[in-house]
């Protein structure tokens, strides 16, 4: 590494540790003890939101080898199995406690016919599929449910908006969600069985799959149909204004939302979405946003090859989520004022795709498009994502990192028989205290690290948007997030310093701290990664010598490390 570990030293003594508070968090910190390096106040009486379960959701979509042979493997399969399922696959997405899975894609979901993908598998027909391949359907809706079931996560839907009519939107609504038996007609006519409900009892499931949550098309900026923000609320407007209901759970429709930072966007899309006064039944606004492996370029650079520098640029650009979130919040609520609750925007944003995605040279073999290699530098940027998906639990209602398996930002890679998951799939792991716990406002106070490569404008976007934002020159020093259960204080903390490790000061205030337990994941090497050949090079660890003294916590965070502690209060 090329930084070394004096220069930091004395980096950091000469830094304003004050100003710093001021420039990462906006708050001022505790009093500063002199042996520490950073700070952090965590406030309890500053909650944010309960952290919703479904801010740690997952997707898959027929694409490169995610479905077939990530997921699927088939029932007639030497691979473990369940029903056709990968085994290893749902044993790690119940390990992470998945809570939502979205299927079918990302673009594929604007090119998908939902029946080609029920009945006999031997008569599904083989279609020719976005991203350039042909897709069997031996992968359907039904399988799709049972993988959900399996894994104990709700089904995410994203619906076709490109090239199905309203009608299927609806259609498949029924399909899934119409009980069984005879249901009352609410006229005078008799009650009798639904038609798609009996279809759906025929191939195989004769209870509904009360799926409440649906995307209303996929990024219909660009694959989804190159709309402008007017057109596409126009067509949301027409698919949503009606749908069957069947009382279970109140339907969750999620508009397309902004191409990263694409403010322009959400701010036509809520004009036009709120232009006609009739409800809207608008519960999400989706947004993707990418990091890119490359500063210049979006979906560039190595996941393995990287230097000093690019971590660092590849850590700040990531921390722009938090900005992207902020953005888009400020534009619904300023474009609609109509929707607003509480002062509040009514809907939230479900960010439902997000994480590393690098150029072609680490992907599994060239059918298994998108697939790439992930390390700690990816283990760093989930911490950082997620704790800001927490920070932002007002706001934050969904979001599914993209993808779970083989592609792009994955939890797990899969080949055939061989299998492994990444750094990334333990970060998720360690994150799971904060589930359903109240975020509350913690002040971070460290020198913030200079990024060498500060000086590129940064991607905000995807190819098709060309957005960029002012150069971005510091990186957080030390970035995190609380929440607390009862007595028990989560604390997740991310220090991206290469070699230099931060002890730190950790304060409740109105609390004492009287015990402390903790996991870590470490590494000396950030390109440091798990393969099918070296499984476990990179996992956690116990975090040792976590003492409180005086109600307070001293503890040492490794360099480029992710940790996670469980405190408990008085
Ligand atoms: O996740 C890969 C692709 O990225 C998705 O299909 C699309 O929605 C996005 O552009």
Redesign the pocket.
């Known amino acids: 590494m090329s930084k070394n570990s004096s220069s930091r030293r004395s980096f950091l003594k000469s830094s304003s540790l004050a100003a710093a508070a001021v420039a990462l968090n906006g708050s001022t910190s505790i009093a500063q003890s002199k042996q520490a390096d950073a700070y952090i106040d965590i406030m309890p009486s500053e909650p944010i939101a309960t952290i919703s379960d479904e801010i740690y959701g997952h997707f898959i979509?027929h694409?490169g080898g995610v479905i077939y042979d990530g997921v699927w493997v088939g029932e007639g399969s030497k691979i473990a199995n369940v029903n056709g399922v990968r085994k290893s696959f749902i044993d790690m997405m119940r390990e992470v406690q998945a809570p939502v899975l979205r299927w079918p894609?990302?673009?594929?979901a604007d090119s998908y016919d939902w029946h080609d993908g029920i009945g006999p598998r031997a008569k599904r027909p083989a279609r020719a599929a976005f991203w350039h391949q042909q897709d069997s359907n031996q992968y359907g809706l039904h399988e799709f449910m049972h993988t959900c079931k399996a894994i104990g996560a709700k089904p995410y839907l994203a619906a076709n908006l490109r090239t199905e009519p309203a009608r299927d939107f609806y259609e498949e609504i029924e399909y899934c969600n119409a009980p069984s038996g005879d249901i009352p007609s609410h006229s005078a006519a008799p009650a009798m069985p639904n038609a798609l409900a009996t279809q759906r009892a025929t191939n195989g499931d004769k209870e509904p799959f009360n799926v409440d949550l649906w995307g209303v098309g996929?990024?219909s900026w660009g694959?989804g149909g190159n709309m402008t923000p007017e057109e596409y609320a126009a067509e949301f407007r027409r698919y949503t204004a009606w749908t069957p209901s069947y009382d279970k759970e109140k339907l969750r429709f999620v508009a397309v939302g902004p191409n990263g930072d694409d403010i322009d966007w959400t701010t036509r899309l809520f004009k036009a979405l709120y232009g006609n006064p009739e409800g809207r039944n608008l519960w999400g606004l989706s947004i993707?946003y990418y990091t890119s492996g490359s500063a210049k370029k979006f979906a560039d650079g190595d996941a393995l090859k990287f230097n000093d520098e690019d971590y660092y640029d590849l850590l700040t650009r990531g921390g722009l989520m938090d900005k992207v979130i902020t953005d888009h919040w400020t534009a619904m609520t300023n474009a609609a004022p109509s929707m607003m609750s509480k002062g509040q925007p009514s809907v939230k944003l479900v960010v439902d795709?997000w994480g590393a995605w690098y150029g072609k040279g680490t992907e599994l073999a060239p059918e298994y498009n998108?697939s790439q290699q992930s390390t700690m530098r990816d283990a760093l940027l989930t911490g950082i994502t997620l704790d800001i998906f927490q920070r932002h639990a007002d706001k934050v209602g969904a979001a599914a990192v993209?993808?779970s398996i083989n592609?792009?930002h994955s939890l797990m890679l899969a080949q055939g028989d061989k299998f492994c998951v990444t750094p990334t799939y333990h970060v998720f792991k360690m994150y799971l205290p904060h589930r359903g716990a109240q975020s509350v406002r913690a002040a971070f106070t460290a020198p913030a690290i200079p990024n060498p490569l500060g000086t590129t404008p940064a991607q905000v976007g995807?190819a098709s948007y060309i957005g960029q934002l002012p150069p971005i020159k510091t990186l957080a020093g030390l970035s995190g997030s609380a929440s607390i259960k009862g007595k028990t204080l989560t604390l997740t903390v991310v220090n991206p310093h290469l070699t230099d490790a931060m002890t730190t000061e950790i304060a409740v205030r109105g609390a004492s701290v009287t015990a402390a337990k903790g996991t870590v994941l470490a590494e000396k090497d950030v390109h440091a990664h798990n393969d099918f050949a070296n499984p476990d090079v990179v996992k956690p660890s116990a975090v040792s010598g976590l003492t409180p003294a005086g109600g307070k916590l001293m503890h040492t965070f490794p360099p480029a490390s992710v940790t996670s502690l469980e405190i408990t209060l008085a």
């Open positions: 979509e694409l894609g990302g673009c594929f996929n990024e694959c993707h795709e998108l993209a993808q592609c792009i995807g």
